[in-house]
């Protein structure tokens, strides 16, 4: 007889009776390679075997499992739709019809009188069916199935559910007490969780449903407690390493800067900058994000930063991620900050070559206090004498490198980054979990309210009024359209178009139009007019969607709403509302149907809380898309969901950075297993060596 080896976690799953080298190559299509791999590929639904329905019961549109008696069998190659099996079931109750197409591997599978399960979705034509639904054959594998709940898995062609429920079983009954935990007791009696080896056990082979959902949950709270862990081990490292310097607070030019303002800082301003001056008094480096709602005053805690940080006798960066915001900040501030005796800068890529290098010079010999800027801040001329702070205003435009090659220029300076795209704080956990966050929760006072509608394009003419009304009475607009020139493919009301309609419908008005194409000097003039309230309307891009402040500008018109993120719409609704008065938000919506536009587009209408409306577009559009296609970094997790482990990430994220500030080296007896594990299975990610 042959000797069987002894089998561990890291065996190749070729070993495993039934696999052999052939179909371990199948296996590897699905990344599992050793039976750890096979253990962790985890159902992805199940099949409750004890919740048979009758088919009398069944409705139409419900997802069900069936069992009954093929009491039919008919095999055709059709023209259209190829090769078609189908059976007719019976479970005493009723009928049902079951239909495959192109499914050669069906032929001659079925044989009259033999018991069947079936898995799926109920359609009705002419009777009740299914279409290519899950099926097992009962005699093949009765003992396994019967009267139990069945995980359906993730199947690549040639791998069988069975396949995978074979290895499965067999891999935890060769290396069961092999499974090594990997959470601190501690932990796992806090929530009364499963140990590692129940868990796994329990998700493949569950008793019932809540039961696999518990197991399923404690291993994703793993893979979350240690994502977290890495990154509060990355933070203190920086924080350890990296030395700041160290700025007094309690200087004249802030002081004098707060008086000077016209209004007064809301408590929660007032808050955020106490959590910013103590962050530059500490001496470590600040990594801090400033997360506020569009309008809700985040520049002014730039500037009021910017000031500590020059009093100090450091060099300030402050970087947009356009030309117009960039302009817009110096333009806003030079005057008040000239007053405080701050020499500012502006340094775009619109700025012309004599005066860039006049300004490369000044930088250098440190005779500019803050340069605002663009990408153009990243030139390898730009060299500053003594950096002490970077600020990257809507930080989600810029990767990671950008801001990396800012903050490069100084020696070690302070980092601020604020954003105005509410990230679900689920994304933000993962995102920024190396960041400490800042939240401004809620608008300055004496805002008025934003009034959405969705119009539809027959109504155009009834808005046309309105918005001549609107400019008479004083009113500015901005019409806002997804592209600039109208292309023959798509069939969108582009802007430039959209500008020709507009002069011609409104000729008493003054309408201007801009986009990123038009030249900075000329953007700057439009943009400077439409402040004074000489431009009644601009057509404009999503060139304005960031930052843009005119508290005059009352109305807003999208044009083809249905081509903007919940996030994007939010943000350019943000553009309005920034006066007294109330303003009003026109989506003007072509003819169409689909149901997710509508739905997604009516949760903008009835909400102006950009972090519901964020939540919002995550579920509805999953993680990835809620980025676009810009760079996210997101991670990908093999169990853990994000928006159904919300709670459990907060949970992980908790006790990941609590443990790393009692215990940063991880040299506690009852944190050994944490440091054993990070050693042995992230070690490769991340530089841990030198922290543990
Ligand atoms: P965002 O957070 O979107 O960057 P801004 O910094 O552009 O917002 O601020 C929006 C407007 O609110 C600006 O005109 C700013 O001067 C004004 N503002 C900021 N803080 C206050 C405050 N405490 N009271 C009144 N107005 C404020
Ligand atoms: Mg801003």
């Known amino acids: 007889m042959k000797k069987e080896i002894p089998l561990t976690l890291d065996s190749d799953i070729q070993y495993l009776k039934g696999i052999g080298p052939k179909k371990a190559k199948l296996f590897h299509k699905l990344n599992i390679f050793t039976i750890e791999d096979l253990l962790y590929h985890l159902p992805y639904r199940y099949w409750n075997l004890k919740e048979i329905k009758k088919i009398k019961d069944c409705k ?31 479970d005493g109750t009723d009928y049902l019809r079951c239909v495959w197409f192109n499914r050669p591997d069906l032929k001659y599978k079925f044989q009259r009188g033999e018991e069947l399960i ?27 199935y019967a009267g139990t709940i069945i995980p359906i898995y993730p199947l690549t062609e040639g791998i069988s559910n069975w396949d995978i429920r074979r290895g499965v079983k067999q891999a935890l009954e060769k290396t069961y007490p092999l ?71 309690e200087g004249i030019l802030t002081k004098e800067f707060l008086n000077n303002l016209p209004f007064k800082l809301t408590p929660s301003q007032l808050k955020v900058i106490k959590e910013i001056e103590e962050d530059l008094r500490k001496g470590k480096s600040m990594t801090r994000l400033l997360q506020g ?9 730039a500037i009021y930063t910017s000031l500590i940080a020059i009093e100090n006798g450091y060099q300030v960066a402050m970087m947009a991620p356009t030309e117009i915001l960039a ?70 435009r810029f990767g990671v490198m950008q801001r990396a090659a800012l903050l490069a220029k100084g020696n070690n300076p302070h980092f601020l980054v604020m954003t105005a795209t509410p990230i679900p704080r689920t994304l933000s956990y993962i995102l920024y979990g190396d960041l400490d966050i800042s939240t401004i929760p809620e608008k300055p006072p004496g805002r ?109 018109v999208i044009e083809h709403p249905e081509r903007f993120g919940l996030a994007q719409l939010h943000q350019l609704r943000g553009r309005i509302g920034r006066g007294e008065k109330d303003a009003y938000c026109f989506l003007v919506l072509p003819n169409i149907n689909d149901e997710k536009v509508l739905l997604r587009l009516n949760y903008f209408v009835k909400s102006d809380d950009g972090f519901y409306l964020a939540e ?5 559009r999953g993680p990835g898309e809620f980025f676009g296609t810009r760079q996210h970094g997101l991670p990908e997790f093999r169990i853990a969901d994000l928006i159904k482990d919300k709670d459990l990430l907060l949970m992980a994220k908790r006790d990941a950075f609590k443990i790393i500030e009692e215990d940063p080296n991880l040299i506690k007896f009852e944190n050994r297993i944490i440091k054993e594990n990070l050693l042995k299975k992230f070690s490769d990610k991340v530089e841990l060596a030198r922290v543990i």
Not at 60 to 89: A, C, N, S
Not at 182 to 203: A, G, H, Q
């Open 448 to 556: 008025g309210k934003v009034i959405t509608k969705l119009i539809s394009v027959k109504a155009r003419g009834k808005l046309i009024e309105k918005i001549r009304k609107g400019c008479l009475l004083g009113n500015q607009v901005y019409w806002v359209c997804p592209i600039i020139e109208e292309s023959e493919k798509l069939t969108l009301r582009a802007a430039t178009k959209v500008y020709e309609e507009i002069k011609n419908t409104f000729p008493d008005l003054k309408v201007a139009l801009i986009h990123g194409r038009i030249k900075s000097d000329e953007r700057m003039r439009i943009m400077e007019e439409f402040k004074k309230g000489n431009i009644h309307i601009l057509v404009t891009t999503t060139v304005i969607e960031v930052g843009v402040d005119i508290p005059n500008a009352s109305i807003m």
């Open 118 to 144: 079936v898995s799926g979705k109920i359609y009705f034509y002419k009777q009740k069916e299914m279409v290519n639904p899950y099926y097992e054959l009962l005699n093949e594998n009765r003992k396994m």
């Open 327 to 396: 302009e817009q900040h110096f333009f806003n501030w030079c005057k008040e900050l000239l007053k405080l005796k701050v020499r500012s800068a502006l340094l775009t890529s619109s700025v012309s070559k004599r005066e860039k290098e006049k300004i490369y010079l000044k930088i250098s010999q440190g005779e500019i206090d803050l340069v605002f800027g663009t990408h153009a801040l990243l030139e390898s001329d730009v060299n500053f004498k003594n950096l002490g702070l970077v600020i990257v205003d809507e930080q989600h």
């Open 179 to 249: 499974i090594e935990e990997d959470l601190p007791l501690e932990i796992i009696n806090k929530y009364s969780f499963y140990s590692k080896k129940e868990s796994l056990k329990k998700i493949h082979f569950p008793e019932d449903l809540k039961d696999a959902e518990r197991a399923r949950k404690r291993l994703a709270y793993s893979e979350l407690f240690y994502f977290e862990l890495i990154l509060a081990l990355n933070k203190k490292k920086y924080e350890e390493l990296k030395a700041s310097p160290i700025f007094k607070t």
């Open 60 to 90: 139409v549109d419900e997802e069900v499992t069936i069992k009954g008696k093929i009491i039919l069998i008919g095999e055709k190659t059709t023209k259209t739709k190829g090769d078609v099996i189908e059976l007719i079931l019976s």
């Open 616 to 620: 919002k577009d995550l579920e509805l």
């Open 293 to 301: 709602d569009v309008g809700s005053g985040k520049t002014v805690i």
